[in-house]
């Protein structure tokens, strides 16, 4: 079943949350696959389950019932140390309000998780200017976060979220905070890194974001609804070929 | 749409013939609302006999040259100054059929909205492929811009439609719950369990 280019896969994800009388079923019987190189995204209203997915898959919370797996390796089978080294190596997470920490550099921020790892100091750091470059910000990198505006920041958190190869990105809203055209910049930027090889899953309510994955996922009451896939584009021709 | 206005504006900058009118056109909208040649001229005799156009003569290769009179010119000039016309609502078919939809009886609305948001989803991820795919966003190049605008007036209206199918379905859902709860007096509205609508897909 499972391909080495599935980098993720929920299989009969149930997430009940409290018991009896007064439990609520976050997510029903979901299974999800996102591969490498793929960006998937996922809608819903509040409520819909669409974050517990997303908490689920970096290993955050654990389900119910089903399996999660990432890059082949089933994360309830894992011991707490094993789970938190997977999630420094292989998951990237951004969110929302960026996270980082006030008190360090853009370049200390991003080569945390390499640290925290074992990485050496000076290694870690030379890797995280370069993530920082990758994302357009390289001359930044001894900032801190509040000398920066909310774009650069949120630049900061995705250089952070795939800094040593990690090859699973988790986005929860991450343009939320943004205006429209700094929220494309990001996308344009989470669409690079799939396109380099990554796998990764968007979590949104708007619909002009999940536009830039190639696949939408449809979360209502914590059950998949509805998919729509990629197909190349025919609908309208190329610009400039009637020249 | 306004072929008329939009000829005319395009000959304000040089006189021009028919194919190359088509083309100027085109580059600037893409290939959104395709023009056919004939439909160039048809206008251009209509502008020539209101006297907004005139013919300049022919080109080497003979082709006809339009240039556009004074007339044309403040024709033009109305036409940039003046909103486009809203107080009439283009017919818009996805409204009329949802209108319809939550009044005859047995039609599943979830799965009318549903499979509308797919298809709309499906529109907007391949315009946003063809953004991305397309010349730079802040090309300084005059045409290059007239199209990434075009382009970005197509997202936001896909956009705008299924946000309103998303609002759609809210109150769709919410109507049924109010109506379940009516079925059932001495039941507290409030607090209890409400049951699924059976309208809505899950």
Same mark, same amino acid.
């Given at each position: 079943?499972?391909?080495?280019?599935?980098? /993720?896969? $929920?299989? *009969?994800?149930?997430?009940?949350?409290? @018991? %009896?009388?007064? +439990? &609520?079923?976050?997510?029903?019987?979901? #299974?999800?696959?996102?591969?490498?190189?793929?960006?998937?995204?996922?809608?819903?209203?509040?409520?819909?389950?669409?974050?517990?997915? /997303?908490? $689920?898959? *970096?290993?955050?919370?654990?389900?119910? @019932? %089903?399996?999660? +797996? &990432?890059?082949?390796?089933?994360?309830? #089978?894992?011991?707490?140390?094993?789970?938190?080294?997977?999630?420094?190596?292989?998951?990237?997470?951004?969110?929302?309000?960026?996270? /980082?920490?006030?008190?360090?550099?853009?370049?200390?921020?991003?080569?945390?998780?390499?640290?925290?790892?074992?990485?050496?100091?000076?290694?870690?750091?030379?890797?995280?200017?370069?993530?920082?470059?990758?994302?357009?910000?390289?001359?930044?990198?001894?900032?801190?976060?509040?000398?920066?505006?909310?774009?650069?920041?949120?630049?900061?958190?995705?250089?952070?979220?795939?800094?040593?190869?990690?090859?699973?990105?988790?986005?929860?809203?991450?343009?939320?905070?943004?205006?429209?055209?700094?929220?494309?910049?990001?996308?344009?930027?989470?669409?690079?890194?799939?396109?380099?090889?990554?796998?990764?899953?968007?979590?949104?309510?708007?619909?002009?974001?999940?536009?830039?994955?190639?696949?939408?996922?449809?979360?209502?009451?914590?059950?998949?609804?509805?998919?729509?896939?990629?197909?190349?584009?025919?609908?309208?021709?190329?610009?400039?070929?009637?020249? | 749409?306004?072929?008329?206005?939009?000829?005319?504006?395009?000959?304000?900058?040089?006189?021009?013939?028919?194919?190359?009118?088509?083309?100027?056109?085109?580059?600037?909208?893409?290939?959104?609302?395709?023009?056919?040649?004939?439909?160039?001229?048809?206008?251009?005799?209509?502008?020539?006999?209101?006297?907004?156009?005139?013919?300049?003569?022919?080109?080497?290769?003979?082709?006809?040259?339009?240039?556009?009179?004074?007339?044309g010119r403040a024709e033009v000039a109305t036409w940039f100054t003046t909103p486009v016309n809203r107080t009439q609502p283009p017919r818009d078919e996805l409204a009329i059929k949802l209108a319809l939809a939550v009044t005859?009886?047995?039609?599943?609305?979830?799965?009318?909205?549903?499979?509308?948001?797919?298809?709309?989803?499906?529109?907007?991820?391949?315009?946003?492929?063809?953004?991305?795919?397309?010349?730079?966003?802040?090309?300084?190049?005059?045409?290059?811009?007239?199209?990434?605008?075009?382009?970005?007036?197509?997202?936001?209206?896909?956009?705008?439609?299924?946000?309103?199918?998303?609002?759609?379905?809210?109150?769709?859902?919410?109507?049924?719950?109010?109506?379940?709860?009516?079925?059932?007096?001495?039941?507290?509205?409030?607090?209890?369990?409400?049951?699924?609508?059976?309208?809505?897909?899950?």
């Amino acid at each position: 079943m499972t391909r080495s280019t599935d980098v /993720l896969q $929920l299989t *009969g994800v149930t997430r009940v949350h409290g @018991e %009896g009388a007064t +439990a &609520v079923r976050a997510l029903h019987s979901v #299974s999800f696959i996102a591969s490498a190189g793929e960006l998937v995204a996922v809608m819903g209203p509040s409520g819909s389950g669409k974050s517990t997915l /997303l908490t $689920l898959a *970096g290993g955050l919370d654990t389900p119910t @019932e %089903g399996t999660v +797996a &990432v890059e082949g390796r089933d994360l309830g #089978s894992l011991r707490q140390a094993e789970l938190a080294r997977m999630r420094r190596t292989s998951i990237g997470y951004v969110f929302q309000d960026f996270n /980082l920490i006030p008190a360090l550099t853009a370049a200390e921020n991003v080569a945390m998780p390499l640290e925290l790892d074992g990485a050496r100091t000076r290694k870690a750091r030379d890797a995280a200017r370069t993530a920082l470059e990758e994302v357009g910000i390289g001359d930044l990198a001894d900032r801190f976060p509040d000398q920066m505006s909310g774009g650069q920041q949120q630049r900061v958190a995705i250089a952070r979220a795939v800094v040593g190869e990690r090859r699973l990105i988790l986005a929860d809203e991450p343009t939320g905070a943004l205006d429209t055209e700094t929220g494309e910049e990001i996308l344009r930027l989470l669409r690079a890194r799939c396109d380099a090889g990554a796998a990764g899953v968007l979590v949104t309510h708007e619909a002009r974001h999940a536009a830039w994955a190639d696949r939408v996922v449809f979360l209502r009451d914590g059950v998949v609804v509805d998919e729509t896939g990629s197909s190349p584009v025919d609908a309208l021709l190329e610009p400039g070929l009637t020249r | 749409m306004s072929v008329k206005q939009a000829l005319l504006a395009l000959l304000e900058q040089e006189p021009m013939y028919g194919y190359q009118l088509r083309a100027e056109f085109e580059q600037r909208t893409g290939a959104t609302w395709p023009l056919n040649v004939g439909q160039v001229y048809t206008t251009l005799t209509r502008l020539e006999r209101d006297g907004l156009v005139a013919g300049a003569g022919s080109d080497d290769e003979g082709h006809v040259v339009y240039r556009i009179t004074d007339t044309g010119r403040a024709e033009v000039a109305t036409w940039f100054t003046t909103p486009v016309n809203r107080t009439q609502p283009p017919r818009d078919e996805l409204a009329i059929k949802l209108a319809l939809a939550v009044t005859v009886p047995g039609v599943d609305v979830g799965t009318v909205i549903q499979q509308q948001r797919s298809a709309t989803m499906a529109a907007l991820q391949d315009y946003t492929r063809l953004k991305r795919s397309g010349r730079a966003p802040a090309s300084s190049d005059g045409a290059d811009l007239a199209w990434t605008l075009v382009l970005d007036s197509l997202v936001f209206a896909a956009e705008a439609e299924i946000r309103w199918l998303d609002h759609c379905e809210a109150r769709v859902r919410r109507a049924a719950v109010e109506r379940a709860a009516q079925q059932r007096p001495g039941t507290p509205s409030e607090g209890a369990a409400a049951p699924r609508p059976s309208g809505a897909t899950s």
